[in-house]
């Protein structure tokens, strides 16, 4: 299996992908690991946007689409922690057993980065 | 002395003892054979008939009363997160349909009473990590039972007659592909047919048959490399997160003991391989079975017949959407169906290519389709980075999988096509499958309006097999429910802003219309119980496509609720 980037660059969730793989219909899902100060250093949550959340967040969170926009959300971090953690029913997927909490932290960074390109 | 009663009220009271008892006589179960004659005061299963047309004969209700069409009864089946999809199935005048988180209901189909009602207990923790959920596209029915797919990866019968759970088996690991079943399943031939969803989620979409007795499954299909053939078509292994699937049903050939199905997308939807996608990219080659119409042998799912509709496909174009209609042609036996993209495919019976024709008016993903070969022209492959010109059509396609309707009585192909594109800047992604599989999309995008001009829908009447078009209606936001013909020369298009339409199906003219008060997104039938017309019609807005509704139109789409909905049944005003 190819893999754009390093393996320090990617979080748990990827890195339990890359021990898996090779008996991927059979194996038991890889408990999350902690994730190094270097992965989460190098969560790439650009393209998690790219593969998973702009689905629903258009151009990777600078516009609504079928999301709400993501570039200058009003809302504390606290409340999108939780929504990321939840979801919410009928409009988003609840992800708090897919990403930790320093790897939502990661996803919080990038929306209050957010600019036009 | 009591007045004797006339010669014909008494004949008249024997002819209708004679149909209450031959409606009795004839309350027998369901079979393939009964599915197949396409009975017409029933809708026995989700096409209408193995036909796949969409289309029912009855004729009490036509173009010359339609005007009288009011509303007889009303269900409201509760916790219709998503809205309302599901087409609704009806025998012997019993309405059988499916609501969000597989609710079922029996209902009396003159009256609206609740005969029975079924409420699966499923997995909620899983449900709340899916995205294209919980909606339920509906039933089959045979063999006394009805069947039922689930969120959580199962197939469940219920007893027609008392909704008692017969049999649940469970089909897919959800827990760690996260997606389950929305699509409605196929009864034939003694077995039940559903397909997985798959497309962007890195799995291998499988479509399995089950015994409809017992509920042992009998067979299962991947439709991600599998064959020994198909698996060549896979490079680096790609296959293992190949997406495919089979979401909505297909229908069964008799005359070739073969069920046909529509496949799913491969994953990541979007690649960025350029030119060179059978070397390089996400997943290098053809992406069999992907894309694709399928002939499996409905006793042992093995692979018969195949066409891919779009190799590589790198659009999200499936063919899992779309109905399979088979008709007669100039002494030639025919299928028709239309791909996500908006090309309409017409096969032989084999999937050999007879002719390729396009509903869509902006359509840039290629610059066409050999009608002869079903080769593609001019196809358009992107590299990472931003795609310069808009890529036509939206993902949510030039049709979606809401049905058209053919009507042999006008040879016509009523089918929505839908104008729209979008913008879009492509990213390598790595497929994430643990703890649990996530979608793998490829790329950031935006819709946006096609060039020079406004995002708009179309009702179109075509022939289906050359595509001629004979008529057309124009919506501003595209209707996502499907259409329904009738004998009695009426087309029904239920849109998007909660109005039902019923149109001339020889002219196009709007004959009568009402407002359901939400939008649609759903099935549509006609059926007869107590020797009454019917049209029944679900509406409930707030599925995938239709979440683009409220920021790309605004208007009444602002204050339209996404978990609520209800199903409407019309006849005639005494």
């Known amino acids: 299996m190819r893999f754009q980037f390093s393996v320090e660059a990617i979080g748990p969730a990827v890195l339990a992908l890359a021990l898996s793989l090779p008996v991927l219909g059979h194996a038991q899902p890889a408990a999350p690991a902690q994730p190094s100060e270097q992965d989460l250093a190098n969560f790439d949550v650009k393209e998690l946007f790219a593969g998973t959340c702009g689905f629903c967040h258009s151009d990777g969170g600078r516009v609504a689409g079928k999301g709400p926009q993501l570039m200058g959300d009003q809302h504390d971090d606290d409340f999108l922690r939780n929504r990321i953690k939840n979801g919410k029913p009928g409009a988003m997927p609840a992800f708090g057993a897919t990403f930790n909490d320093q790897q939502i932290d990661a996803i919080i960074i990038y929306i209050r980065d957010l600019k036009p390109r | ?574």
């Not at chain 2, 039972?145 to 959580?152: E, I, Q």
């Not at chain 2, 501003?476 to 298009?493: C, I």
């Open chain 2, 1 to 574: 002395m009591k007045k004797r009663p006339s010669c014909l009220a008494s004949l008249a009271s024997v002819a209708i003892a004679t149909v209450l008892s031959a409606s009795a006589a004839s309350a027998q179960s369901v079979d393939t054979a009964r599915i197949e004659s396409g009975g017409q005061n029933d809708w026995l299963t989700y096409h209408g008939s193995y036909k796949g047309y969409h289309y029912s004969p009855l004729t009490q209700i036509n173009s010359n009363n339609v005007g009288n069409l009011a509303v007889a009864w009303i269900h409201i089946p509760g916790r219709s997160t998503r809205g309302l999809q599901s087409m609704p199935l009806v025998a012997d005048g019993t309405l059988y349909y499916t609501g969000s988180y597989s609710r079922v209901f029996a209902l009396d189909g003159a009256t609206g009473e609740v005969k029975w009602s079924y409420f699966p207990e499923l997995d909620e923790a899983l449900i709340a990590r899916q995205t294209h959920s919980p909606y339920n596209r509906g039933l089959a029915m045979g063999e006394g039972k009805v069947y039922v797919g689930t969120m959580d990866g199962r197939l469940i019968a219920l007893d027609m007659k008392s909704g008692k759970v017969a049999w649940d088996t469970k089909l897919i690991d959800s827990q760690k592909l996260t997606v389950g079943f929305t699509g409605a399943p196929l009864y034939a031939k003694g077995t039940v047919v559903i397909g997985a969803q798959g497309g962007e989620w890195p799995g291998r979409g499988p479509i399995f048959g089950v015994d409809a007795a017992t509920g042992k499954k009998k067979w299962d299909f991947q439709t991600v490399a599998g064959t020994d053939d198909a698996m060549k078509s896979w490079g680096n292994d790609s296959w293992r997160t190949g997406g495919g699937g089979g979401w909505m049903p297909g229908t069964y050939d008799s005359e070739n003991n073969t069920v046909l199905w529509g496949t799913a997308n491969p994953a990541p939807l979007y690649d960025w391989s350029g030119p060179d996608w059978k070397t390089q990219g996400a997943r290098p080659g053809e992406n069999l079975y992907t894309t694709s119409v399928i002939g499996l042998d409905i006793d042992t799912g093995k692979l018969k017949y195949y066409h891919q509709e779009l190799p590589h496909d790198t659009w999200d174009f499936d063919s899992a959407v779309g109905e399979f209609v088979m008709l007669d042609r100039d002494g030639q036996k025919l299928i028709v169906h239309p791909n996500k993209s908006g090309y309409i495919f017409v096969y032989d019976r084999n999937l050999g290519v007879k002719n390729v024709w396009r509903i869509t008016e902006n359509s840039n993903f290629v610059k066409s389709i050999d009608p002869k070969t079903g080769e593609l022209i001019g196809r358009r492959d992107f590299t990472a980075g931003k795609v310069d010109e808009p890529l036509c059509p939206h993902i949510s396609g030039g049709v979606s999988w809401n049905s058209g309707s053919y009507n042999p009585k006008t040879g016509l192909y009523y089918k929505l096509g839908q104008e729209w594109c979008m913008t879009l800047t492509i990213t390598k992604t790595t497929p994430i499958v643990a703890p649990q599989a996530q979608l793998n999309i490829g790329a950031d995008f935006k819709i946006a309006p096609p060039p020079g001009g406004e995002i708009y829908g179309h009702l179109d009447a075509r022939d289906p097999v050359t595509g001629a078009k004979k008529w057309e209606v124009r919506y501003p936001e595209p209707p996502l429910a499907s259409v329904l013909s009738t004998g009695g020369n009426l087309v029904f298009v239920p849109d998007a802003r909660g109005i039902l339409h019923a149109y001339d199906a020889d002219s196009g003219a709007e004959l009568w219309s009402h407002n359901n008060g939400t939008g649609h997104q759903g099935g549509i039938i006609s059926y007869s119980a107590g020797g009454k017309q019917y049209v029944a019609v679900v509406a409930g807005f707030g599925g995938m496509a239709s979440d683009d509704y409220a920021p790309t139109f605004g208007g009444v789409f602002k204050s339209m609720p996404r978990d609520d909905g209800a199903l409407i049944v019309y006849s005639l005003r005494q």
